[in-house]
Structure formats: structure tokens, C-alpha cells
């Protein structure tokens, strides 16, 4: 009798074992199936640039810009006094710029 015991008390742990690792890879491919929460979306590029924001994307100084500018080789958009750069219109700019190697 103790022998019949001690076979189903093994039997039962093997059992107990067998079903805590089928439930915990059971858990991993859950987890591993769960999709990757997507991150929050960035805030959206600014429609114009100032000129000091234009002169950085372009990585030449602010004054470079305006001699650019008031040569009329850079669109500006103005809106009052204010000077504005459309970032399209610096990079068909950049583009154009490659195309003549200068």
C-alpha cells in the first residue's frame, strides 16, 4: 500500500512538473506573440523654417543664408517681415545644387 502511495504521489509531481512547463512555454509564446506597442507619434516637422533652423539644416551659417536669399537663389516665403523657408523648397535647392556641382 505504501508503495502504491508513494508511485502515485511521483506520478502525480511528474504530472504537477509536466504541467508547470507546459504552462510557462505557454506563457513565453504568449508573450512572445503579444505585439510590440507601437510609440507615440513624433510631433509633425514644422511647415516652415526660421532662418537660424533652415541655416542649421543646411549646415551653413545664418549669414550665408541671407546672401543666398537676397540673391534670390533660395525661395523664401514672407509673411510680413517674417522670412520663412519651406524645407521642399531646400531640398530641390540641395538637388539642384548637386546637378550643377557647384
Given at each position: ?36 506597442v ?15 533652423d ?35 523648397d ?13
Amino acid at each position: 500500500m505504501v508503495d502504491l502511495f508513494a508511485e502515485r504521489v511521483e506520478r502525480t509531481a511528474g504530472t504537477r512538473a509536466t504541467m508547470l512547463r507546459e504552462m510557462i512555454q505557454s506563457d513565453a509564446l504568449i508573450l512572445c506573440s503579444v505585439p510590440p506597442v507601437p510609440a507615440p507619434p513624433s510631433a509633425p516637422a514644422p511647415k516652415l523654417l526660421t532662418a537660424r533652423d533652415a541655416a542649421k539644416a543646411l549646415a551653413i551659417c545664418e549669414k550665408t543664408l541671407w546672401a543666398f536669399t537676397d540673391r534670390g537663389e533660395i525661395p523664401v516665403v514672407r509673411i510680413g517681415r517674417s522670412v520663412r523657408y519651406d524645407p521642399q523648397d531646400l531640398s530641390r535647392w540641395i538637388e539642384f545644387r548637386k546637378r550643377i556641382g557647384a
